[in-house]
């Protein structure tokens, strides 16, 4: 799950798309540099708490981690929901609970993402009919709270405001704009703003869509079969 959760990041040099191996290698820093900018961060609450959520739960501050996760959560981050439902499976920070789990992770996989779509199918699997029962009951007050239905209208009116507080117009033009961000050390650095104010991190319809890319990836595993043995007639007769 924390690999789930971490992922998505390198995958954004993708939307930029091809403009040679230099000019792409250019493009990946930059994006690295805004993606991980307090100034962006802080107009971007889904991001802002997922990313304080994964240092806490890395550090081993579980219920701070949690409290961060059910903030991202509720602007329709679904790493965050997924990750509030993994840790509700395995008592993590929190009283371990299989039904509210499952409801946290039904919610995590509501666009078909794959990776939550799988953990959410083994999680029913396991429940017994008591707590799959328990699980739909409790999950109607989740989606309620933290459904796309809900959520995704909350982070459309910060991204909105957010663009034009930020850059003072409400047209969202960003001409010869540059940025300042925090570089290591604390120093200031400067980004051109046609990379800080790209279209896809802000225009609600855009940002889904770039989240969509990143997580609907199907990230497919790899088993590895050694060579073919024939089956003993022996070995056969007891095995029947």
């Given at each position: ?12 040099a ?5 403009a ?11 994006t ?15 991001l802002?708490?997922r990313?304080r ?19 991202a ?5 679904k790493?965050?929901?997924a990750?509030?439902g ?11 609970d299989?039904?509210?789990a ?7 996989a509501?666009r078909?993402?794959?990776?939550f779509?799988i953990?959410?199918?083994?999680y ?21 709270e ?13 991204l909105r405001?957010?663009?034009r ?7 969202g ?30 225009e ?10 990143v ?14 043995e024939p ?6 007769k007891?095995?029947?």
């Open positions: 799950m924390k690999q789930l959760v971490s992922a998505g990041v390198a995958a954004v993708l939307a930029f798309g091809t040679g191996v230099k000019a792409q290698e250019q493009r990946v820093v930059d690295d540099r805004v993606l991980g900018s307090e100034a962006f961060l802080s107009a971007h609450p889904d802002q708490n990313h959520g994964t240092l806490a739960y890395e550090e081993g501050r579980l219920e701070e981690a949690l409290t961060y996760f059910r903030r959560a509720r602007y329709a981050d790493p965050s929901q990750m509030v993994e840790m509700l499976w395995k008592g993590e920070g929190v009283a371990r299989p039904a509210l499952y409801a946290w992770m039904d919610l995590a509501e078909g993402y794959p990776g779509t953990i959410r199918e083994r029913w699997a396991e429940l017994d009919q008591a707590q799959r029962e328990d699980a739909v009951t409790r999950g109607q007050d989740i989606y309620a933290y459904g796309d239905e809900v959520a995704q209208p909350r982070i459309a009116t910060v405001r957010e663009r507080r930020m850059t003072g117009s409400r047209t033009f960003v001409g010869t704009l540059e940025v300042l961000i925090a570089g290591p050390g604390g120093i200031p650095q400067s980004i051109s703003g046609d990379r800080f104010y790209d279209a896809k991190f802000w609600p319809e855009l940002y889904q869509a770039w989240h969509d890319a997580w609907m990836e199907q990230r497919e595993g790899r088993v590895n079969i050694g060579d073919i089956l003993r007639r022996d070995r056969a007891d095995d029947d």
